[in-house]
C-alpha cells in the first residue's frame, strides 16, 4: 500500500494564478523514487499536484493520512488522490497558507509470503509565495562630494525577486536592475546636488509586484551672511538698532546668535533679526550669526559700538601743594567711543556735605592736570573729578583726600 502523509504544517509551492503543476518536467531519481524538483513556491489560489513513484511497486491498495496522523474518512474526494502504474497523485485545487509545509510519500511493497516492506520518499518542501514588500529602502542623507547607497530589499519576499531602481525626477530613468536577490544597492560617487529627489525601488516575483519610493537628499554647508551691510556700527546710548541675518543650506539651517560668547536668540530656521532697543554700554561687542544644520557650520559677524559717556578718571592725585593751593593730576578713563572734551573738577571741607566747582573747562580733553586755588592751610579737602563727551557727562572718580600745608609750607 503507499501512504500519502503530511509531516508538519502543510504547504505547497503555487504557480502564477490558477496554472497547474507539471508533473512530468525535470523529474529525479533519489533513493529508488521518482520525483519532481524538492521544493517549490507556489502563488495563492493556485493548482498544485503532488506525486511520487516506485519502479518496484505494484500496489492496488493505498491510503492517505491527515496532518495529525487521523485517516480521511474520504480523502480521494478532498484531496482528489488517484493512483495508477505505481504513481500516486495528490491534488490540491486552491493551494493556501494551511497546506504550507513538508510533505512526504511512502509505499508498501509486498513479497511473495505477503510480507511487507514500506519505503519512505524525500520531503517535498511546498511554500506559499510572499510578494516583495520593499521592507528595506533606505538612502541617507549625505553632503556634497560623498558617496552614497541606496539599499532596497525585501527579505521575506519567496521567492527572491527581481529588482528595479528608477529615478523618478529623470522621466523614469532605470539605474539598475539586478535578479533574483533579497536585496540590491545602487551607489552614487561624488554626491551632486543634482542626484536629489525621488528614487524608486520596484520588486517583483510570482506572486506579485511592489514598490517604495525614497527622497535622497543631497546636505549642503550653510551658507550664513549678516545683510546689515557693514562689518561695524557705531550708535548712542537709547539708540535702537536691528540686525539681519539668512543662512541657507539643504537641510534648512537653524541659525543662533551670540553676543560675544552669550548666546542671545535660537531655534528660527533659515532667517532671523536680532533686535537691540535702548542701546547700553553693555551692548558693545561682536555679534555672530551662526547657520548650523547636519552639513556643517557657517557664521558671520558683526561689531556694534555704543557711544556712552566716558568712564571715570583714575588715579587722582596731588602732584603739587601749598598751605592754600593743591595741584591735581588724574589717568583719563574711557572715551567709549565719542571723544572727551574736557572735565570738571569738585572739591569740599572733609566732613561737609557742599561740593564746589574747582574747574570745568572744555580743551579737547587733553588737559589731565587743575589748580586748586583759595584753600585753608593745614586743612582735609575731598576731591573728585569727571569728564564729559558729547553724550554726556560720566561718573566722578573715586573721592581723594588731601590736606594743605600749614602757613610758609610749600612743596
Not at 521592507?135 to 560623498?146: E, G, R, V, Y
Not at 560720566?394 to 590736606?403: A, Q, T, V
Request: proline content about 4%.
Amino acid at each position: 500500500m503507499i501512504v500519502l502523509r503530511v509531516l508538519t504544517c502543510l504547504t505547497l509551492v503555487s504557480l502564477s494564478g490558477g496554472q497547474t503543476l507539471n508533473l512530468y518536467e525535470n523529474v529525479t531519481l533519489i533513493g529508488g523514487w521518482t520525483v519532481y524538483p524538492i521544493s517549490y513556491i507556489v502563488v495563492e489560489n493556485a493548482s498544485v499536484a503532488l506525486w511520487c513513484k516506485r519502479d518496484d511497486t505494484v500496489i492496488p491498495v493505498y491510503q492517505v493520512k491527515s496532518f495529525d496522523e487521523t485517516t480521511f474518512g474520504n480523502a480521494i474526494q478532498k484531496f482528489g488522490l488517484s493512483y495508477e502504474s505505481g504513481t500516486l497523485k495528490l491534488n490540491i485545487d486552491r493551494f493556501s497558507k494551511k497546506y504550507e509545509g513538508d510533505w512526504r510519500c511512502y509505499a508498501t511493497v509486498l513479497d511473495a509470503n505477503l510480507r511487507a516492506t514500506t519505503h519512505t520518499g524525500p520531503v517535498r518542501k511546498v511554500e506559499l509565495a510572499v510578494a516583495p514588500t520593499i521592507s528595506q529602502f533606505t538612502a541617507p542623507n549625505t553632503n556634497l562630494s560623498d558617496s552614497v547607497t541606496i539599499t532596497c530589499g525585501s527579505p521575506e519576499a519567496k521567492p527572491d525577486s527581481s529588482y528595479l531602481f528608477i529615478r523618478r525626477q529623470k522621466t523614469g530613468q532605470i539605474l539598475k536592475n539586478a535578479s533574483l536577490t533579497k536585496t540590491v544597492s545602487y551607489t552614487i560617487d561624488k554626491v551632486k546636488e543634482t542626484d536629489a529627489g525621488l528614487y524608486e525601488c520596484v520588486g517583483e516575483n510570482k506572486a506579485g509586484r511592489r514598490s517604495g519610493t525614497v527622497y535622497f537628499t543631497v546636505q549642503t554647508v550653510p551658507h550664513t551672511l549678516i545683510l546689515n551691510g557693514q562689518n561695524s556700527y557705531t550708535i548712542s546710548q537709547m539708540d535702537n538698532i536691528i540686525f539681519r541675518c539668512e543662512s541657507s543650506g539643504i537641510p534648512v539651517p537653524g541659525i543662533w546668535w551670540f553676543h560675544d560668547d552669550q548666546m542671545q536668540k535660537a531655534g528660527e530656521q533659515g532667517s532671523s533679526i536680532l533686535t537691540i532697543t535702548s542701546a547700553k554700554k553693555i551692548d558693545t561687542g561682536t555679534y555672530t550669526c551662526e547657520g548650523k544644520n547636519d552639513a556643517g557650520v557657517d557664521m558671520d559677524t558683526v561689531v556694534l559700538q555704543v557711544r556712552v559717556p566716558p568712564d571715570a578718571p583714575t588715579n587722582l592725585t596731588a602732584n603739587g601743594r601749598t598751605n592754600v593751593s593743591i595741584t591735581l593730576s588724574w589717568t583719563a578713563g574711557s572715551e567709549n567711543f565719542s571723544p572727551i572734551d574736557g572735565y570738571e573738577v569738585i572739591y569740599r571741607q572733609t566732613g561737609s556735605s557742599d561740593w564746589m566747582i574747582a574747574g570745568n573747562f572744555s580743551d579737547g580733553g587733553t588737559t589731565t592736570e587743575q589748580l586748586v586755588e583759595g584753600l585753608i592751610p593745614l586743612t582735609d579737602y575731598d576731591f573728585r573729578v569727571r569728564a564729559r563727551n558729547a553724550i554726556g557727562e560720566g561718573e566722578f572718580s573715586d573721592i581723594e583726600k588731601l590736606i594743605t600745608h600749614p602757613n610758609g609750607k610749600k612743596c
